[in-house]
């Protein structure tokens, strides 16, 4: 696509329960990222993917989180037993694999947990 | 460790030039970026410099870095309202993990 869309853009759900946020990443692109942005805050790095593998989860905070990217180009970001805690913009990006940190970000992913 | 700072806030009139400036710890960053984010939008690039360069020209923005104080500028000339948004400045080291890492974030709010 032209750019990096997510969906949905916005997500409001109740404590506990799973949510998943899915990215999709400008076509060629082989590297993602999920960052995780909290209000007044820049963002935190999560995740690395190049291409299907996850080259760097050193920033998920805890095994709540996992995220795929199967074939490589989708990326679905997974939330199990969410807390209000996690209540945040939570922002895709990717980028061709030589460009070091120019990255095009997507609108992000705004999560509310009740 | 990784840190990156900014001051939160930043007002400047229509027409005059902004400043934001940004520190940041890590000394092995190889490049550092500045990234401009509009309210409801996702995070755009403005301009990066490498590690090895003093300064960086692109039309209104100059970028400055001062590699021995960690210390990095953006100038924006001649700022306008729609200049107005959050910049971040980010590093970035190859040999860490191809990943950014941002700072808080400045306001810059550009009055008439």
């Known amino acids: 696509g032209a750019g990096v869309s997510q969906t949905p853009s916005n997500k409001v759900t109740e404590k506990g329960k799973y949510v998943e946020l899915r990215c999709d990443p400008i076509?060629?692109?082989?590297?993602l990222y999920w960052y995780r942005q909290s209000l007044g805050q820049g963002p935190e790095f999560l995740i690395y993917f190049q291409g299907t593998g996850a080259a760097d989860d050193s920033g998920l905070p805890n095994d709540r989180f996992f995220a795929v990217r199967p074939e490589g180009s989708v990326s679905t970001l997974k939330i199990q037993r969410t807390e209000r805690g996690d209540s945040a913009m939570y922002l895709c990006a990717s980028s061709p694999s030589d460009r070091g940190g120019v990255l095009t970000f997507g609108a992000g992913s705004r999560l509310t947990v009740l | 460790g990784e840190d990156v700072e900014q001051s939160l806030f930043l007002s400047v009139r229509e027409g005059d030039s902004s400043v934001i400036n940004c520190t940041y710890t890590?000394?092995?960053?190889?490049?550092l970026y500045w990234y401009k984010q509009e309210p409801g939008a996702g995070l755009q690039l403005l301009t990066y410099i490498f590690s090895n360069m003093d300064m960086k020209q692109d039309q209104r923005l100059t970028v400055l870095l001062n590699k021995k104080d960690k210390h990095l500028s953006l100038r924006i000339a001649d700022t306008q309202t729609g200049d107005s948004a959050i910049y971040f400045c980010a590093e970035y080291n190859r040999g860490g993990g191809n990943k950014l890492t941002f700072g808080t974030g400045t306001q810059l709010k550009v009055e008439l």
């Open positions: 076509s060629g692109h082989t590297a």
């Open positions: 890590d000394s092995s960053s190889t490049y």
